[in-house]
T-cell receptor, first 112, second 109 residues
Framework: NAGVTQTPKFRILKIGQSMTLQCTQD?????MYWYRQDPGMGLKLIYY???????DKGEVPNGYNVSRSTTEDFPLRLELAAPSQTSVYFC???????????FGPGTRLTVT | KNEVEQSPQNLTAQEGEFITINCSYS?????LHWLQQHPGGGIVSLFM???GKKKHGRLIATINIQEKHSSLHITASHPRDSAVYIC???????????FGKGTKLSVKP
């Protein structure tokens, strides 16, 4: 199994541009999460999904959107990039509640 | 006050030393997680525990539910243990976690 994969690894965006961060897992996990990690801060939950067709907001959802049309994929969309969205983004998954999380390698995004 | 607090923020040790990282939380939890973030950025889960103690190799994690406190111990530390160690409090059926800011450990040879 490849586990949780994320693309791209790095990206530089101009203010106002849009992009989609891709996340795919091949472990048939129901639950998936998007986090952002800012320097000196703990990981913050952006959005999560407990199954295909179901998504919910986390702690810091503003400026982002997600969809979950399949069990495997959980893309994160930035519509109008802002400098405040400069961060490292991690996707994670678990089989269900009460399990250890499997993390992707992260996407480092810079908005200038 | 953050809901999950870790101490120390930074820790430098000599190879072979016994290391302790502490985590206190103020929320109700179903499990406490310890994670390791490598210098390259990848994050792996080390432990998930809801009571008592767990051990993997040189790593030991303990939790005291009444005191809302957990510790991660590393015995016979090695330079390859250099990483950021993150504590996270988990609650609820959706598996959501609240993360501490991490402890940066550097082990010198």
């Amino acid at each position: 199994n490849a586990g949780v994969t994320q693309t791209p690894k790095f990206r530089i965006l101009k203010i106002g541009q849009s992009m989609t961060l891709q996340c795919t897992q091949d472990m048939n996990h129901n639950y998936m999460y998007w986090y952002r990690q800012d320097p000196g801060m703990g990981l913050k939950l952006i959005y999560y999904s407990v199954g295909a067709g179901i998504t919910d907001k986390g702690e810091v959802p503003n400026g982002y959107n997600v969809s979950r049309s399949t069990t495997e994929d959980f893309p994160l969309r930035l519509e109008l990039a802002a400098p405040s969205q400069t961060s490292v983004y991690f996707c994670a998954s678990i089989p269900g509640g009460g399990y250890e999380q499997y993390f992707g390698p992260g996407t480092r995004l810079t908005v200038t | 006050k953050n809901e999950v607090e870790q101490s120390p923020q930074n820790l430098t040790a000599q190879e072979g030393e016994f290391i302790t990282i502490n985590c206190s939380y103020s929320v109700g939890i179903s499990a406490l997680h310890w994670l390791q973030q490598h210098p390259g950025g990848g994050i792996v889960s080390l432990f998930m525990l809801s009571s008592g103690k767990k051990k993997h190799g040189r790593l030991i994690a303990t939790i005291n539910i009444q005191e809302k406190h957990s510790s991660l111990h590393i015995t016979a530390s090695h330079p390859r243990d250099s990483a950021v160690y993150i504590c996270a409090a988990g609650g609820g059926s959706q598996g959501n976690l609240i993360f501490g800011k991490g402890t940066k450990l550097s082990v010198k040879p």
